[in-house]
């Protein structure tokens, strides 16, 4: 047994890894060098969207569409881009509007509220483009291992 037995799970773990670290370098290119930067939530590409679009890519190609592992793949991407989406997009609405309510709400001890991340989604393009990103680094990963 070699390496590329486990292209099912090399691939979409080499692609998730290329997509933050693509994220990290636009939001530095942006932002300046911040570390935290490596391993937030949200931002261009969803890394997210990458793994389970490349998932689904390596599972049609290796089991093919017609398997059952395809069907569950397909059925997990739609939750994980469903999630990216909209539910991590409200949370992130959540978290605004209770660090607005802590800075506006006079005699509270501010330091007992610490500030929510108010960015924790991602918007439409910044999911199209993780699965753009996912789908053909898988197709090229796979077209350098076969």
Known sequence: MNIFDYNMFLIPLAVIVSAQSVKFLIFTAKHGL?????LSPGHMP???SAFVASLVTTVGYYDGTKSPAFAV?????????YDAMRIRMHIGDQGKFLNQLVRELPDIDK?????LKERVGHYSREVIAGVIFGIASSALLIALTN
């Open 34 to 38: 911040n570390w935290n930067y490596l």
């Open 46 to 48: 969803s890394a997210h």
């Open 111 to 115: 330091s007992k509220f610490p500030r």
């Open 73 to 81: 793949a397909v059925a997990f991407a739609t939750i994980v881009i």
